[in-house]
């Protein structure tokens, strides 16, 4: 559905005397994403993954220079096609709550979201408390203005706003991220039931032993590049599938590997993981 060759992205910046500069922020990433698929992009702080979000749909700041080749559904997907696409068949799920209007109660929010994807005024309203009751938010909460939410169901209306687009690429950037167990959960099992659907998911995080409990595949990122795409079975072990001795790395600090260093005779540095 989603095929990323060779991307690249500078932004520019400003030196002494108005020089411009540029910063290399996504360096030459590859990977695709296939329908009924969830591909987990995972990295620190930093490796690029907001930004790479922000370039499938087509949201970045004026001036920026990107190269490389984005395809949907088999064509190229130019600012144009991104445009056209936005809300439509294509969706995101912004990191940040303050994405909901403070002004607004939660089922109309979800209802203009539903008029964006071209749904008449007289079923908009109606979808959007559908697909409120699908992530279990009740009549109360779908009442409510933002700031009277919790933060998992403030997510799960950001959610159900990409379930009313009818989007089939949806891009989740942090979903769980500050949530307790419970309404991290919630949330990814939203997140997994879309992928039933059929649609692509695309979940940026940070958290990996979290990502790997729904997610297909995985795209490990650091410092703007791709550094290896693997099965998400691929993480088990001592990570011998896994190519990369990142990967591995990040694998075996996981808390269900005892936060344990690469086994002896890796050739990985601890100073690579900086």
């Not at 698929?37 to 907001?50: D, N």
């Not at 979800?110 to 279990?136: D, I, K």
């Not at 891009?171 to 959960?185: C, F, H, K, M, T």
Request: charged fraction near 15%; proline fraction near 4%.
């Amino acid at each position: 559905m989603l095929q990323i060759n060779r991307l690249n992205l500078q932004l520019p910046h400003y030196q002494k005397w108005w020089r411009r500069d540029w910063t290399t922020c996504i360096e030459d990433v590859t990977f695709d994403v296939q329908p009924a698929e969830i591909h987990a992009v995972i990295g620190a702080s930093g490796a690029g993954k907001s930004l790479l979000a922000a370039t499938v749909m087509g949201l970045l700041p004026e001036g920026a220079g990107v190269t490389g080749e984005l395809f949907f559904n088999g064509k190229v997907l130019t600012s144009e096609r991104q445009q056209q696409l936005r809300g439509r068949q294509l969706a995101l799920i912004p990191q940040s709550l303050n994405a909901l209007d403070p002004l607004v109660r939660s089922q109309r929010q979800v209802s203009w979201a539903a008029r964006r994807a071209g749904n008449p005024n007289t079923s908009a309203w109606h979808l959007a408390r559908e697909a409120l009751a699908h992530y279990q938010l009740d009549n109360d909460a779908q009442r409510c203005y933002p700031h009277e939410l919790s933060g998992g169901m403030a997510r799960r209306v950001l959610t159900a706003m990409a379930h009313v687009s009818r989007a089939n690429l949806i891009i989740a950037d942090e979903p769980s991220v500050g949530l307790d167990p419970q309404q991290r959960n919630r949330v990814l099992a939203a997140l997994n039931a879309l992928a039933l659907e059929g649609k692509a998911v695309i979940l940026i995080t940070h958290d990996l032993r979290h990502a790997l409990s729904i997610a297909n595949r995985v795209t490990i990122m650091r410092q703007g590049r791709s550094i290896e795409t693997a099965q998400a079975s691929a993480f088990q072990g001592q990570g011998e599938q896994l190519q990369s001795a990142y990967a591995r790395a990040l694998w075996h600090a996981l808390p269900i590997n005892a936060f344990s260093t690469c086994p002896t005779g890796s050739t990985y540095q601890e100073s690579t993981l900086a």
